[in-house]
């Protein structure tokens, strides 16, 4: 089955949970921050991996400099490069901007690659029982993640890459969410239809929006009520989706 089999819905036909006739058969998950969410803030890592190599630095200093979650995505969109180039320049400037001389690169690189660490990463302490309570009901499981090639290494470090049938992902698809394409690449690994399929994030534009571009339904996961406007069906835990979907 090809993307261009993929049926769109008409325009306005998602309000919330379309109830569809076709029974939901296959469940996507986004990753970060929907099943896996970092240990440590940026600056708590960045200066956690110069203390390893006998650079000490008061977290408040780095913390002052470092950008925003949002600032920091915009900085990304800007440079639209490799993305190891993108850090490795982002450190040395943030080396510079903190006073340590860097010469030849070496620390901006000791942390450019410190930052790729599965350590830094865990799970949600929903997300085993729920992914299990899942696939012991019958349904698949698959991803759609917008992430780089370090994912696979993170969910297998996790110890989650084993509840997945396809594990689909920006990088190696060269499309990222919202962009339909990945959902219908992601589809096409799991030969089902859109209408067989959820897709669960915690993002309202890629991944609520994103999936109900491309023909299937969505659940946002918000742990921390942050959203409650969305126009969509919400869960705060994983835990909750197995009944959700036993009303579709």
Same mark, same amino acid.
């Given at each position: ?17 379309? !109830?569809?006739? @076709?029974?939901? @058969? ?37 913390? +002052? ?17 490799? %993305? ?16 340590? =001389? ?23 302490? /929903?997300?085993?029982? +729920?992914?299990? /309570? ?26 989650? !890459?084993?509840? #997945? ?6 990088? %190696?698809?060269? #499309? ?42 969505? =659940?946002?996961? /918000? ?5 409650? /406007? ?19």
């Amino acid at each position: 089955m090809g993307p261009t089999s993929l049926k769109h819905a008409a325009p306005g036909a998602y309000n919330g949970l379309l !109830m569809s006739s @076709r029974k939901i @058969r296959v469940v996507f998950f986004d990753v970060h921050d929907t099943l896996i969410y970092c240990r440590l803030t940026p600056p708590q890592i960045f200066v956690q991996l110069l203390e390893e190599v006998g650079r000490a630095l008061l977290p408040s200093a780095v913390e +002052a400099l470092y950008p925003k979650p949002q600032q920091l995505e915009q900085l990304r969109a800007q440079a639209k490069g490799c %993305e190891d180039e993108f850090w490795l320049s982002f450190n040395a400037q943030l080396l510079q901007e903190l006073g340590i =001389v860097d010469p030849n690169g070496r620390l901006a690189r000791h942390l450019t690659e410190g930052f790729k660490d599965v350590r830094w990463w865990a799970v949600y302490p /929903d997300v085993k029982p +729920a992914l299990r /309570d899942l696939r012991g009901a019958g349904y698949r499981l698959g991803v759609i993640a917008n992430a780089r090639h370090l994912l696979q290494g993170r969910l297998g470090y996790l110890e989650l !890459m084993g509840y #997945f049938q396809a594990i689909t992902y920006s990088e %190696e698809a060269g #499309f990222e969410k919202p962009d339909p394409r990945i959902f219908q690449l992601a589809l096409e690994r799991m030969k089902c239809v859109p209408e067989e399929a959820l897709h669960v994030g915690d993002r309202y534009l890629e991944d609520i929006q994103g999936a109900r571009g491309a023909g299937l339904q969505a =659940v946002l996961l /918000d742990r921390n009520n942050s959203q409650p /406007d969305a126009e969509c069906k919400r869960i705060r835990s994983l835990v909750e989706l197995r009944d959700l979907l036993s009303q579709i």
